[in-house]
């Protein structure tokens, strides 16, 4: 069983900074694609950041030069530093993998998602 666990939310200022993590563990045979997802309340979920096995990385262009997403293989964790934040940022953030798993089978996983919350 693979699961997701985020951490790194939580209530910051507008210009301040916050570093998400989400962490997989589990039967990881291998983990492609990772991404940041975030949704405020009655928006849609959207696409925050991604980054790829190989390192490429796509931004939304709301938070392209504010954000970056970075991942380290060793831990199967993906970072997302935040920085410039503003009120818009505030949403629930979810973290997603693509895993495949020891019985390779692959599938997407999602973290329990982490609030923040970015004051004026």
């Known amino acids: 069983q693979v699961q997701l666990v985020e951490s790194g939310g939580g209530l910051v200022q507008a210009g301040g900074s916050l570093r998400l993590s989400c962490a997989a563990s589990?039967?990881?045979?291998?983990?492609?694609?990772m991404a940041w997802y975030r949704q405020a309340p009655g928006k849609q979920r959207e696409l925050v950041a991604a980054i790829s096995s190989g390192g490429s990385t796509n931004y939304a262009d709301s938070v392209k030069g504010r954000f970056t997403i970075s991942r380290d293989n060793a831990k199967n964790t993906v970072y997302l530093q935040m920085n410039t934040l503003k009120p818009e940022d505030t949403a629930v953030y979810y973290c997603?993998?693509?895993?495949?798993?020891?019985?390779?089978?692959?599938?997407?996983?999602w973290g329990q998602g982490t609030q923040v919350t970015v004051s004026s």
């Open positions: 589990g039967s990881i045979f291998s983990i492609n694609n």
């Open positions: 997603n993998a693509h895993i495949v798993n020891t019985w390779s089978i692959s599938a997407d996983y």
